[in-house]
């Protein structure tokens, strides 16, 4: 088993006052507590071992228990009965191995570590004898006052960097420090007075993991059986998951043959097997949330109840699968008997109305009738009871909310949807409500969101045109709608796209006799500097729509980048420009007193339309050919196209160094990053526009470059 270190209590009798450590650690795991250490360096083992007593009675199963170095107090304690999961030592406490040695392999072993010398006497024990370290102090806490040099989130990050075992922060954490420490590599935060000195440790704590689970996917495992149409059991659950916003994950309990219009057989593997599957997972994944839903007999029943005894996930969510649509009991005698026993492992139980009546054990004679069932068996099985009122002969279809242990009852209204696409309906509420707790919302909120996702799904059932019987709700309908199916694309997918899509473009470039003849030397004056000429004109007006981009720019960083190039274009370029063409008068009217080319105008007319007709990312999406496909005839100075243009004496060799400048090479690839990471956050046909824009200016380009020899043909 994998342990859930997420949420860490440390007790402290002291903090604790007059509510007392049982109290606070019951009310801290009803909050989400997942691991609760006891700590009290003033008691006797004997006071120790009934201190463990009570906190197992009271922790019920629903968390993680170890004690604080009294090694001897957690064997008596287990010796009475009480459930102690392991011990968490010091590095002068009793020996780890001997923990191990006598409380055996599946027993919790944690280890204070603060320095790279624990961290090395650590690493020299044997695999498996330490679960986990406590590495800390993060920062001063009254709560222990001898403890070491603080070491910050950046210390715990170096710390927990050097070594493969989880490991938890502890030592003056606040609810504050949740977001840096998770991302420093915390595996869990442990708190003390965060906890035990609130007036409502319930409320505190599920703050806290809230704010854990906020920064991760959820982790739901579906015990389930299947339906090979799609739209129940197992399947039904995994879409569900996915489209609330969890990492789903089966076991199978049962295999069925069935379709929309029913079921045809079913084939109930071992429960061997099924525990097998169990153990794999929770083995080497820490399980947010559990749904539990077909479970075909007894010897399955008693499989799951007893893997939810050894792992304990914080959240599980039942969904009793009991009565057929016609009506029929599903389970026989021996099986309803144990269902009813798994009831109290249970956080929410999903029952419809015939469910609801079977596990009450009388008929329910109205709504009214069955929200007062339904409170009956939650104080009955301690576990909070969703009744659902989808088999109401009625107008509408409201589900309620019992928890009788916290005086929780919520109503739910809704109006029937006429749909004959209700097939695992129950599934996908179950399903979707259990990775809404996970994610960190309470029950009523977890209620809410699960129906309007349902209902939404129900609305868009008839869509899919799935089988000719009941079929089954669309669940990804809203996120699609609201969505798209098209992949979030990476800026350096992007930038390999785009420059996939010119390949051609750079291939007739770079065979253009006017690139071939600047490449060999061969190339008349008179078409040089008639292009140079074209480029001046070119460059005056790029420049300005480089500044159109900086006056857009999102940021800072971009803002001043494109101001740098536009004034590179005025300041640096032209004056090579003007060498050639004015070299008496430098930059000056004269440098721009040629008449524009036909491809000159229709290039500059496609970047002024995207500059005072777009936006940013167009604007940069348009120019960044001419950054990138200068730089990439760098290749002329570096000889690919022959060995003459490495020549001095070649007559344009101050020009072809000019592609293979490195500043301008390192400005081209802050071109591509700015332009593709906008492209990016754009959505897909948006991004598709910027491309076109792209790919224009590429093509412009290749135009550009082929006009000198068209104006003077070679020969």
Not at 27 to 54: F, H, I, S, Y
Not at 502 to 519: K, M, S, V
Request: charged content about 20%; glycine content about 8%; proline content about 5%.
């Amino acid at each position: 088993m994998i342990a859930d270190l997420s949420l860490y209590l440390v007790t402290d009798p002291e903090l604790c006052g007059d509510r007392g450590v049982v109290e606070t650690v019951r009310r801290a795991v009803d909050g989400g507590v997942r691991l609760v250490q006891l700590r009290d360096k003033n008691a006797t083992d004997a006071e120790t071992v009934q201190q463990l007593l009570a906190l197992s009675e009271v922790i019920d199963g629903r968390a993680l228990l170890v004690v604080n170095d009294r090694l001897d107090a957690a064997v008596a304690a287990r010796a009475h009965g009480a459930r102690v999961d392991g011990v968490h030592l010091g590095q002068g406490d009793a020996s780890v191995l001997r923990a191990r040695r006598v409380l055996g392999p599946d027993a919790l072993i944690g280890l204070t570590a603060n320095t790279p010398a624990h961290l090395d006497a650590v690493h020299a024990l044997p695999v498996g004898t330490v679960d986990y370290l406590g590495v800390g102090v993060i920062r001063p806490t009254p709560t222990k006052a001898d403890h070491p040099a603080p070491l910050g989130v950046e210390g715990f990050r170096d710390l927990a960097a050097r070594t493969p075992l989880p490991c938890v922060a502890i030592g003056g954490v606040g609810i504050d420090d949740t977001e840096d420490l998770r991302d420093a590599g915390a595996a869990g935060l442990a708190v003390v007075s965060a906890l035990c000195a609130v007036a409502d440790p319930a409320a505190t704590a599920a703050a806290f993991r809230r704010r854990w689970s906020a920064g991760s996917v959820p982790r739901i495992l579906s015990i389930a059986g299947s339906d090979p149409s799609g739209g129940a059991g197992i399947q039904a659950d995994l879409k569900s998951i996915a489209a609330n916003g969890g990492y789903g994950m089966a076991v199978l309990t049962a295999l069925t043959a069935q379709n929309t219009r029913g079921v045809r057989g079913v084939h109930v593997p071992p429960a061997e097997f099924l525990r097998a599957q169990l153990d794999a997972v929770s083995d080497d994944i820490v399980i947010d949330a559990v749904k539990i839903g077909m479970l075909a007999d007894a010897s399955v029943i008693r499989t799951v109840s007893a893997w939810l005894d050894d792992v304990r996930p914080p959240i599980v969510v039942l969904d009793p699968v009991m009565v057929a649509t016609s009506g029929d009991r599903l389970l026989d005698p021996a099986a309803e008997r144990e269902l009813r026993d798994l009831l109290g492992r249970a956080t929410l139980i999903t029952p419809n109305l015939a469910e609801l009546a079977v596990l009450s054990g009388r008929a329910l004679a109205d709504w009214e009738d069955a929200q007062s069932a339904a409170e009956e068996l939650s104080r009955d099985v301690g576990a909070a009871v969703l009744v659902k009122g989808g088999h109401l002969d009625a107008d509408d279809a409201p589900d309620a909310l019992r928890d009788a242990r916290r005086g929780l009852r919520q109503e739910f209204p809704g109006e029937r949807i006429p749909s004959r696409n209700t097939h695992g309906t129950g599934c996908s509420l179950s399903s979707a409500l259990a990775t809404r707790l996970a994610r960190g919302d309470d029950p009523v909120a977890a209620v809410r969101a699960a129906r309007a996702w349902l209902r939404e799904s129900l609305r868009a059932g008839e869509s899919l045109r799935v089988g000719g019987g009941a079929g089954p709700i669309h669940h990804f309908a809203g996120l699609w709608r609201r969505g798209g199916t098209e992949s979030a694309t990476e800026a350096t997918d992007i930038a390999a796209d785009w420059w996939e899509r010119i390949a051609q473009t750079r291939a007739a470039i770079d065979e253009l006799p006017f690139i071939r003849a600047l490449a060999d030397g061969t190339l008349e004056r008179e078409p040089f500097v008639w292009y140079l000429a074209q480029d001046a004109l070119y460059l005056r007006e790029y420049a300005r729509v480089l500044a159109e981009a900086a006056r857009l720019a999102p940021t800072s960083q971009e803002q001043a980048f494109w101001a740098e190039s536009s004034r590179g274009s005025i300041a640096g370029e032209l004056d090579l420009h003007a060498s050639w063409l004015t070299p008496a008068q430098g930059v000056s009217a004269a440098t721009f007193a040629a008449e524009p080319a036909p491809a000159t105008v229709a290039y500059l007319d496609h970047l002024r339309s995207v500059a005072f007709g777009g936006d940013y990312a167009e604007i940069v999406a348009a120019v960044l050919p001419c950054f990138w496909l200068y730089t990439d005839l760098g290749r002329l100075h570096a000889g690919e196209f022959g060995e003459h243009a490495q020549n001095p004496e070649h007559p344009y060799a101050s020009w072809l160094a000019t592609y293979a400048d490195p500043a301008f090479e390192e400005a081209t690839r802050a071109a591509v990053v700015h332009a593709t990471v906008a492209a990016s956050a754009a959505p897909p046909e948006r991004r598709a526009r910027l491309r076109r824009a792209f790919e224009a200016s590429s093509a412009h380009e290749l135009a550009f470059f082929a006009a000198p020899l068209e104006s003077y043909p070679v020969g």
